[in-house]
């Protein structure tokens, strides 16, 4: 049961082994190598690290790909503070403030709200993990077919609305990833679906190397257009100045403000860190009594999305955990890292498995705390490593993905997904599309047509029974809300503005 006092003392034996500490440290080192390197990111990392937990248990793997998702989410701000250019999408809201006091000579002190922000982010995120998981886990223990059929299109709509501009677009990418998990024999009945010919494909696309093709590889073929790029910028100090009580007590409530923010943005399914970062950023300026000082180089306009985008990764695990849907593509990829180890995400999960679930939380809450003194290390070689020309980086991915896929499966064919799903990502990122959809897509696909297959013969044909449970009609519900909030946003804006000009 969970809570109980032997899952707690398990747990803490788990992550005492030496393993799983050297991995945890491994983790956030090799998190932030990938988050300070631009034109990487979060998935990236975890997606490369993926098929090397086939050797591993199960909490020494949780460690180490959550190290990284949390490491690399930091590591993007130094990059964007101290050349300007964002390691990963997250970090794009820091650029602004973050680049200008280190051109003014106050890099140090940029350095030190980031990661503070971060650390508190990550940790305030972690404790509402603790709390709301379990609470959520006992209400999805009353899921049927009919409700995860719900929670399944919530998710799907939900991150296609935020992968692009274009809602349509989003669709069609999502569709793709669906329609990519029909591939093999059918659960139920056997059929043949598009195997075309070879027995490799009785069991449907690898889950591992479509995963680490469609985010690795596909950066790997958008990097080689720009492999005779090299970053240069003029060696200052990065002495990191952490800020002082007085200062954070004056920052508290963009702190405490962007920090439920981005936790809340991390639970919503599809957001993202970027999402969450762009949102707390705003509501700072939106809230602050000099907001045309955003953008000048405030601490305020560093904290607000540092803090906001570390405390989505809390965030994203709630549904990933709980109901088998990812909050993000970086949850997607852990989610495969578990369904790697024999492990359905799910209110199973915290009754079958509480020492895990009391590792990942106790294990999360301790990398941020390490990232604290790690970071502080990692910053002074962090000129080296943002220099580090793409030419290197291009072939080191591309060599890491072969190795880890064929190393693990001893399958050529894996490496032909593995490749084929890199030009996939790669054509879907050059014609403007997101690969976000298509990453969820493809990992909500079986869950999503297992269910539909059900309800529809539970409610023996009548679609109309899909909306005949609370829970159901519930999320129904909060997803229309939520695909109807921005248009009536914006219809509501126009309308102001329209009567302020006829006033």
Request: aromatic share 8%.
């Amino acid at each position: 049961m969970y809570g109980s006092l032997d899952a707690l003392l398990t747990a803490l034996g788990l992550l005492a082994e030496p393993i799983t500490l050297v991995l945890l440290v491994a983790g956030i080192v090799l998190g932030l190598i990938i988050g300070i390197l631009p034109g990487l990111g979060p998935p990236i990392a975890i997606a490369l690290a993926l098929p090397f937990t086939f050797y591993l248990d199960t909490v020494p793997s949780m460690v180490l790909l959550l190290g990284i998702y949390s490491a690399a989410i930091y590591g993007g701000s130094i990059s964007a503070i101290a050349v300007g250019i964002p390691g990963t999408g997250a970090a794009i809201a820091t650029v602004q403030d973050g680049h200008r006091m280190f051109k003014a000579g106050k890099g140090g002190e940029a350095l030190g709200f980031s990661l503070t922000g971060s650390i508190i982010g990550g940790l305030f995120s972690v404790i509402c993990l603790a709390l709301i998981s379990p609470l959520l886990a006992d209400l999805a223990v009353r899921f049927g077919p009919r409700e995860y059929l719900a929670i399944s299109i919530f998710g799907l709509v939900v991150v296609v609305r935020v992968a692009g501009q274009s809602l349509p677009k989003g669709l069609l990418v999502g569709a793709l990833g669906i329609f990519l998990t029909t591939w093999g024999l059918d659960e139920l009945n056997g059929t043949e679906r598009y195997t075309f010919g070879t027995y490799h494909l009785y069991e449907g696309l690898p889950l591992v190397p479509f995963l680490v093709g469609l985010f690795a590889m596909s950066e790997v073929l958008i990097g080689a257009e720009r492999a005779l790029q090299r970053i240069e910028f003029t060696q200052e100090s990065l002495t990191v100045k952490l800020p002082g009580l007085r200062t954070l007590g004056r920052l508290k409530d963009v702190i405490f403000r962007s920090s439920l923010i981005g936790t809340v943005i991390g639970i919503i399914p599809g957001e993202g860190a970027a999402v969450g970062a762009f949102f707390a950023y705003s509501e700072a300026k939106r809230r602050s009594k000099n907001p045309e000082a955003y953008g000048t180089g405030i601490p305020e306009g560093i904290v607000a999305p540092e803090t906001a985008n570390n405390a989505t990764v809390g965030g994203a695990l709630v549904p990933t955990l709980t109901l088998g849907v990812p909050g993000s593509p970086a949850a997607a990829v852990l989610l495969g890292a578990l369904l790697i180890q024999g492990l359905a995400p799910g209110p199973k999960l915290f009754t079958d498995r509480p020492d895990l679930m009391y590792a990942i939380f106790i294990g999360l809450f301790i990398i941020n705390i390490l990232m604290m003194f790690i970071g502080l290390l990692a910053i002074r070689f962090a000129a080296r490593l943002i220099m580090v020309p793409t030419a290197v980086i291009v072939p080191t991915v591309m060599l890491l993905s072969f190795v880890g896929i064929y190393s693990v499966s001893n399958s050529f064919f894996n490496v032909g997904v593995l490749l084929g799903a890199g030009i996939l990502g790669y054509v879907v990122r050059k014609l403007g599309y997101s690969i976000a959809p298509l990453s969820i897509g493809f990992v909500l696909g079986p869950i999503l047509e297992n269910s539909l297959r059900q309800s529809l013969t539970i409610a023996d044909g009548n679609v109309t029974e899909f909306f005949s449970t609370p829970i159901g009609l519930t999320i129904y519900a909060v997803l229309l809300l939520t695909v109807l909030w921005g248009p009536a946003t914006q219809w509501i804006k126009r309308r102001t503005a329209q009567g302020s000009e006829r006033g």
